[in-house]
């Protein structure tokens, strides 16, 4: 099995800053794409940033030029650098990994959330 963990969320003002971190561990064979979502209160989960095996990636359009997700091949680790924060960007904050175990079967995983609160 391949497990998530996820950090870095909190409560921070508008125009704030927050880095959030997601680990991916266990039979790791190869890693392809690996993203964040989000979801508020009422409101169903959706993408905030993707990005792919070849570091392509693409963003909601409510988080562009705020938000940087980046990717460390070596740790197994995806990060969301999370620039001028708004109330609005307030959620549960979803790390996502897809690729293949060593046993070769694909895996799709979701982590368990990590709170992201804007006060304004």
């Known amino acids: 099995q391949v497990q998530l963990v996820e950090s870095g969320g909190g409560l921070v003002q508008a125009g704030g800053s927050l880095r959030l971190s997601c680990v991916a561990s266990?039979?790791?064979?190869?890693?392809?794409?690996m993203g964040w979502y989000r979801q508020a209160p009422g409101k169903q989960r959706e993408l905030v940033a993707r990005?792919?095996?070849?570091?392509?990636?693409n963003y909601a359009d409510s988080v562009k030029g705020r938000f940087t997700i980046s990717r460390d091949n070596a740790k197994n680790t995806v990060y969301l650098q999370m620039n001028s924060l708004k109330p609005e960007d307030t959620g549960v904050y979803y790390c996502?990994?897809?690729?293949?175990?060593?046993?070769?079967?694909?895996?799709?995983?979701w982590g368990q959330g990590t709170q992201v609160t804007v006060s304004s």
């Open positions: 996502n990994v897809q690729g293949r175990q060593r046993s070769l079967f694909q895996f799709h995983t």
């Open positions: 266990g039979s790791i064979f190869s890693i392809n794409d």
């Open positions: 990005i792919s095996s070849g570091d392509s990636t």
